[in-house]
């Protein structure tokens, strides 16, 4: 296939006093013709043996009631069963999201309209399944939590914008992909190896999810790399935040370690020895690469414009995660931290067909 002529853009809006948190569109072909310089790129491996930490093996018996307590000296155990507890409530907080997407939506369309959106029955009966299981992973952590005597957060008021079965489908996608995400960076924190076990066959089974409905329903890619991208809690409540407000949940629902991410962000204030760049999360490698600011200065709404040429080398990389970062002059030393965050995650995807090869050339 010939290669397009033209340079593959993502625009990125940036107002100049407040822009939005997710300001990544999906892969564009630019309208201009200039080529702004693509800059170099920094690839850096997401996983560090030097990070991995042993921990206390514990025993999963098969039901939350039964789950054990930390094997932790006296002094150690009320702090580190507090932290477990902490993120139990997290995975809870997204349990209940996910709970709630499945009731609305399988109690809004029924097996008519799934058949007027092309999908076979058979289709609608595996969302049951899977609403089924996510009643039961919130239900299994609520007992968790509950039988080592702590309370647990409640569910919030969710404002989801699907109004048809494929908008549903589609976000059911991005939501398993980012559940999948989510788990898999949780699952570190966890003191309790019974928690880790526990929550490592959640991870499973959402990622079976989220396999099956990009696959056998949407036709796309069942899986990205060969690692999946974990996810900072804070990315996590970023990324829903486009399905509902936070405004809407009680005070005390959202884990208190990680506040509500915000929706938009003051204009960052940039070192004279710094610039802005755009990371590209895909599965164990994240990918850096410049942004360039616009040449005719702002658009009509006053707000910056800035371009990143997309490596062409994510081209079929399935789902990946996008974030914009202020760093250094020196590509080699942007750290990805939540201090140095300016906007996203943004979600995006490339997607390939069963032999690899990119869909539509992305």
């Not at 109004?163 to 309790?192: H, K, M, P």
Request: charged content about 25%.
């Amino acid at each position: 296939m010939k290669t397009p002529s033209l340079v593959t853009f993502a625009t990125i809006a940036v107002a100049s006093m407040h822009a939005l948190a997710n300001v990544i569109p999906t892969a564009v072909v630019a309208t201009d013709k200039r080529s702004s310089p693509a800059g170099e790129l920094f690839r850096r491996l997401n996983a560090d043996e030097s990070e991995i930490v042993e921990r206390r093996q514990g025993n999963l018996t098969g039901a939350a009631s039964n789950l054990p307590s930390s094997p932790l000296k006296r002094g150690e155990e009320k702090g580190k069963d507090y932290q477990d507890i902490l993120w139990l409530n997290f995975a809870l907080f997204l349990e209940y999201f996910e709970n709630a997407f499945y009731e609305r939506g399988l109690s809004r369309y029924n097996e008519e309209a799934f058949r007027r959106a092309g999908y076979p029955d058979w289709v609608r009966g595996r969302y049951l399944q899977i609403a089924e299981h996510e009643k039961y992973h919130k239900l299994f952590i609520e007992s968790a939590i509950t039988a080592s005597g702590s309370p647990h957060v409640g569910p919030c008021r969710y404002e989801f914008y699907d109004n048809d079965v494929r908008a549903f489908v589609d976000a059911s996608a991005a939501i398993e992909t980012i559940a999948t995400g989510a788990y898999t960076g949780l699952l570190q924190f966890f003191n309790n190896r019974a928690y880790v076990t526990a929550g490592a066959s959640i991870l499973a089974v959402e990622a079976r999810q989220a396999a099956w409905i990009n696959s056998a329903v949407r036709k796309l890619n069942p899986w990205n790399a060969a690692f999946e991208t974990p996810l900072t809690p804070n990315a996590v409540l970023t990324l829903l935040s486009n399905f509902f407000n936070f405004e809407n949940c009680p005070k005390e629902t959202t884990p208190s370690s990680h506040p509500p991410a915000e929706i938009s962000f003051p204009y960052p204030q940039i070192g004279g020895n710094e610039r802005l760049y755009v990371a590209f999360l895909s599965g164990a490698e994240t990918i850096f690469a410049p942004l360039q600011e616009k040449e005719d200065g702002k658009d009509k709404d006053h707000k910056k414009r800035y371009f990143v040429e997309i490596p062409r080398d994510l081209a079929g990389r399935g789902t990946v995660y996008v974030i914009v970062v202020r760093g250094r002059e020196n590509i080699g030393e942007v750290r990805l931290e939540d201090e140095f965050i300016v906007a996203g995650p943004g979600i995006t995807m490339f997607p390939f067909d069963a032999w690899g090869k990119p869909i539509n050339g992305w």
